[in-house]
């Protein structure tokens, strides 16, 4: 049989596909996702949010959030041992962030992170899908209890983020998950703005009518408060909240 010469194109080829590493090799490919339906209830791979009653009247920048799977339906840690699916607490949405799926770490096996922490991660819980890793975290909070202040829906949210690695990132927490739908998510309409806010207007107003500049100084306590505690057992006591 006369030897044949290779092609040059050929020869690069099949040098790449050798050396290519098995995260390069294997690519995640991902199902298309249906349009955003704020009318249904359908927000695919979105993180939602929407006011607290009482607690969002006196800080509205506190609030009820969930991680919705690729069909669109939310789940939110809305009480102890219990994981609410496709029927969001507290309300329909009032603010909702498109997250992506590219930013996350799926990693085919113990050495196809794509993400930097390898082990930790493979310890933490590892996904091969986005709706794998949401079922992990709903088992895991089934068996936990809720508590506003230690153990509450960001603490979900955050599970689920540290499990999906996303944006190679495994520090997700009450903290930055609502910083994250505070400062980068959209309102799904003018209405949603209004029930968000008014409450707290309202709340405002007759306090200030009522008590006097005492009750200002007090709702701003509050808030201060309540943020101080978030922080401190975040970042600078973290066996207060542990979840």
Not at 16 to 33: K, M, N, V
């Amino acid at each position: 049989m006369p030897f044949r010469r290779l092609p040059q194109m050929e020869l690069t080829v099949a040098y790449d596909a050798e050396h290519a590493s098995p995260t390069q090799r294997i690519q995640h490919e991902f199902w298309p996702l249906d349009e955003i339906d704020p009318k249904n209830a359908k927000f695919p791979c979105c993180l939602v949010w929407t006011p607290l009653p009482v607690v969002s009247w006196l800080a509205p920048f506190i609030g009820h959030v969930g991680i919705c799977r690729e069909d669109g339906a939310i789940l939110d840690f809305a009480g102890s041992n219990f994981v609410n699916v496709d029927d969001f607490s507290y309300g329909a949405v009032a603010r909702y962030l498109q997250l992506d799926r590219e930013q996350c770490c799926f990693p085919p096996t113990v050495a196809g992170h794509t993400c930097k922490f390898g082990y930790r991660h493979t310890e933490y819980g590892t996904s091969h899908t986005w709706d794998d890793a949401l079922r992990s975290s709903m088992r895991y909070f089934e068996n936990k209890s809720y508590n506003l202040f230690t153990c509450n829906c960001h603490s979900f949210v955050a599970n689920c983020f540290n499990r999906l690695c996303y944006g190679g990132s495994m520090s997700w927490n009450m903290i930055n998950v609502a910083a994250l739908i505070l400062f980068k998510g959209h309102w799904v309409d003018s209405m949603s703005i209004l029930r968000s806010f008014l409450p707290f207007v309202v709340v405002l107003c007759l306090g200030i009518v009522m008590v006097g500049w005492p009750f200002l100084i007090g709702l701003f306590s509050f808030s201060l408060l309540l943020l101080g505690w978030f922080l401190i057992g975040t970042y600078c006591a973290k066996n207060l909240i542990e979840c």
